[in-house]
């Protein structure tokens, strides 16, 4: 079976710094791999996913992760925050039909 | 592309009462269908995912139930509602005859609160 980790509940940073969301998932198959954001009340948004080819991906609102598969983890990462991205954001893994969440990672943008 | 539908927004329902939340998908066909919920610090618990007409797969025995009667419908029940079943519900889907390599889109949830 696979597992999602997310290493940081929370994530405070000031706006227009770097950050990066730390993923680590284990699996003994392939799997594929994505990012959601979530904002308050709301569903999950797809940000980026990771099937094959390139080890780093980009996706929507500047975001981008790379697939590292030595060390099975899944890194989101954005240059420079806005205050629009503060929002709780997920990792999962897919196999087969079935996609697994970590337990997801606040991201709080202060001004 | 896909649009998840969900009804209601937010429930609110004593314990021992029944339940059914449906949900409905437009922009694709024989889509793979999954009913998650989310509990505040704990992610996503998969309950459900069905690849087709009556084909249901459970994840975690619980007090919830759930049925797929037409190819792009989707309902979660339970016929006595407890106090741990509160709790966000999502609905969401695949593209036709997905193996894992078409992401999830999401529906809205829907807020559930038993008391």
């Known amino acids: 079976a696979q597992s999602v980790t997310q290493l940081d509940s929370q994530v405070p940073v000031f706006e227009e710094a770097p950050v990066e969301l730390r993923c680590n998932y284990s699996?003994?198959?392939?799997?594929?791999l994505f990012w959601y954001v979530q904002y308050p009340n709301q569903g999950l948004q797809l940000l980026l996913k990771?099937?094959?080819?390139?080890?780093l991906v980009k996706g929507i609102n500047g975001f981008e992760a790379e697939f590292n598969k030595s060390q099975t983890s899944f890194h989101l990462r954005k240059p420079s925050v806005h205050i629009s991205d503060t929002a709780e954001y997920f990792c999962?893994?897919?196999?087969?039909?079935?996609?697994?969440f970590g337990s997801g990672t606040k991201l709080n943008v202060k001004p | 592309s896909q649009t998840i539908h969900q009804w209601p927004a937010t429930l609110v329902q004593p314990v021992g009462s029944p339940l059914s939340l449906e949900c409905t998908v437009e922009?694709?066909?024989?889509?793979?269908l999954y009913w998650y919920r989310q509990a505040a610090g704990r992610g996503l618990q998969l309950l459900f995912y069905?690849?087709?007409?009556?084909?249901i797969s459970s994840e975690v025995p619980q007090n919830l139930s759930a049925s797929r009667p037409q190819d792009r419908q989707f309902i979660l029940s339970s016929k006595k509602l407890l106090l741990s079943d509160s709790g966000f519900y999502l609905c969401?889907?695949?593209?036709?005859?997905?193996?894992?390599?078409?992401?999830?889109?999401f529906g809205n949830g829907t807020r559930l609160t038993v008391t």
């Open positions: 969401a889907s695949t593209g036709t005859a997905s193996w894992g390599n078409s992401p999830l889109h």
């Open positions: 699996s003994s198959v392939s799997v594929y």
């Open positions: 990771y099937l094959s080819g390139s080890t």
């Open positions: 999962a893994v897919s196999n087969f039909n079935k996609f697994y």
């Open positions: 922009g694709t066909s024989n889509p793979n």
């Open positions: 069905s690849v087709g007409i009556g084909q």
